[in-house]
């Protein structure tokens, strides 16, 4: 599996609530959020990793340098307007066969279980006929959630700004994609759609077969306070 993080967000608000270090640098547990995301990403059978950072964040590519991994590292510094226009950096940037293939994306700031994203992997590789698996959660963290609508069969039939009747889940910001998604994301940027719920909205728009997958918890860190929840959910 090739593995991408979007890590290219400016972390304003953590600032502004007196956490000096840059977001991907916080530490979790004794390690910093994105040296935990490698290595749970490392554990998963990976062929190669993608990471995207902002201009600004040189901590963040000085640490990413530093490491020795067991498989190439494909680092991306350029600032971007959106997490969808960051993710259009780093399909660029991904190997021929990850863009081809499938691969796994995520945020730098999504927090789960090391088991539970294992699991997830092993059932987006099995699956040979989904376009793509999206992680989804019926624990609602973020501040601006993005529904989950699904059919019997957890086939994607939307994504919703707003809850609506039968919809249980919200999106856990882990995307496993194949090559038609890299299509639509092409498709999507020549079209001028900005962000990555439109995006999604625009897989489906487009008849991909998306699968949800559910995850019991999945959490983000945006704020100072999360910090704390963060690090007794991953010990717990």
Known sequence: MNYAIIAAGEGSR???EGVELPK???MLDGRPMIGRLIDIFMSCNPESLTVIVNEQMTEVA???RSLRLPVPLRLVVKSTPSSMHSFY???RALPADAASGKFCLTTVDTIFRQPDFMSY???FEADSEADGYMAVTPFIDDEKPLYVATGTDMRITGFLDAPADGVKYVSGGIYGLTAPAIKVLDDCMARGVARMRNYQRALVEAGLRLRAYPIEKIVDVDHASDIP???????S
């Open 229 to 235: 929840g963060a690090e007794a959910f991953i010990r």
């Open 62 to 64: 000085d640490y990413l």
């Open 89 to 91: 950096e780093v399909s």
């Open 14 to 16: 953590l600032r502004q």
């Open 24 to 26: 991907p640098l916080v």
């Open 121 to 123: 992997i092993s059932a």
